[in-house]
Nanobody, 125 residues
Framework: QVQVVESGGGLVQAGGSLRLSCVASGDSACMSSISGMGWYRQGPGKERELVATITSGGRIRYTDSVKGRFTISGDMAKTTVYLQMDSLKREDTAVYYC????????????????WGQGTQVTVSS
């Protein structure tokens, strides 16, 4: 069974920073098959949206609203990713979810994307 755990959320004032961490764990064959990890978020009354992703080959992409402010990094050999969030705005308030993309030949599940339970980020004035 794949486990994905996020940490680092909290309350911060606008203009401040937070650093989120995510670790995926499970069977060694499954962990070795993970091809990418990423961050998504869901704000109040909004749909879940992609924030940033990174592949095992180091390819990175961001949604336009966070470019220049957020930085994704990771150690894919340790199935660990981070999200450095700077210059936070009130509109960044959301539950942030980490995902890991595995190969169902090696990872037990119904979908090749595995999710954490989320960590709350609240940006205040």
């Amino acid at each position: 069974q794949v486990q994905v755990v996020e940490s680092g959320g909290g309350l911060v004032q606008a203009g401040g920073s937070l650093r989120l961490s995510c670790v995926a764990s499970g069977d060694s064959a499954c962990m070795s098959s993970i091809s990418g990890m990423g961050w998504y978020r869901q704000g109040p009354g909004k749909e879940r949206e992609l924030v940033a992703t990174i592949t095992s080959g180091g390819r990175i992409r961001y949604t336009d609203s966070v470019k220049g402010r957020f930085t994704i990094s990771g150690d894919m050999a340790k199935t660990t990713v981070y999200l450095q969030m700077d210059s936070l705005k009130r509109e960044d308030t959301a539950v942030y979810y980490c995902s890991a993309d595995g190969d169902l030949r090696y990872c037990q599940g119904f979908d090749d994307k595995f999710w954490g339970q989320g960590t709350q980020v609240t940006v205040s004035s």
